[in-house]
């Protein structure tokens, strides 16, 4: 089992920065696949970024790619998402998700573990 929890969101102006933070527990985390998946008001959840297990390998939604940077530290059993020029159509929910393969994906519905989620709000 894994448990993911996120934090780091907030109210920011466009333009602005927040960097979320999503630490795991369990014992095998380290091999896990992680990602960043977003839910606006009125929308379905959209893949944001993700990242591979040794962190070599990153993935971004075309929306966010020169923006959001995703790393992780695995002493740490953290991943984080560093969100750079924000602007008001990144307000969302944040959620950080886990695969229990090394391989990071776009595909939602690949990842079997996910947090609570935490808000972003972009004002203008």
């Known amino acids: 089992q894994v448990q993911l929890v996120e934090s780091g969101g907030g109210l920011v102006q466009a333009g602005g920065s927040l960097r979320l933070s999503c630490v795991a527990s369990?014992?095998?985390?380290?091999?896990?696949?992680m990602g960043w998946f977003r839910q606006a008001p009125g929308k379905t959840r959209e893949f944001v970024a993700a990242?591979?297990?040794?962190?070599?390998?990153?993935d971004y939604a075309n929306s966010v790619k020169d923006r959001f940077t995703i790393s992780r530290d695995n002493a740490k059993k953290t991943v984080y998402l560093q969100m750079n020029s924000l602007k008001p159509e990144d307000t969302a929910v944040y959620y950080c998700a886990a695969r229990t393969l090394p391989i990071a994906t776009q595909t939602e519905s690949h990842y079997g573990y996910w947090g609570q989620g935490t808000q972003v709000t972009v004002s203008s």
């Open positions: 990242i591979s297990w040794s962190g070599g390998s990153e």
């Open positions: 369990g014992r095998t985390w380290s091999t896990y696949a």
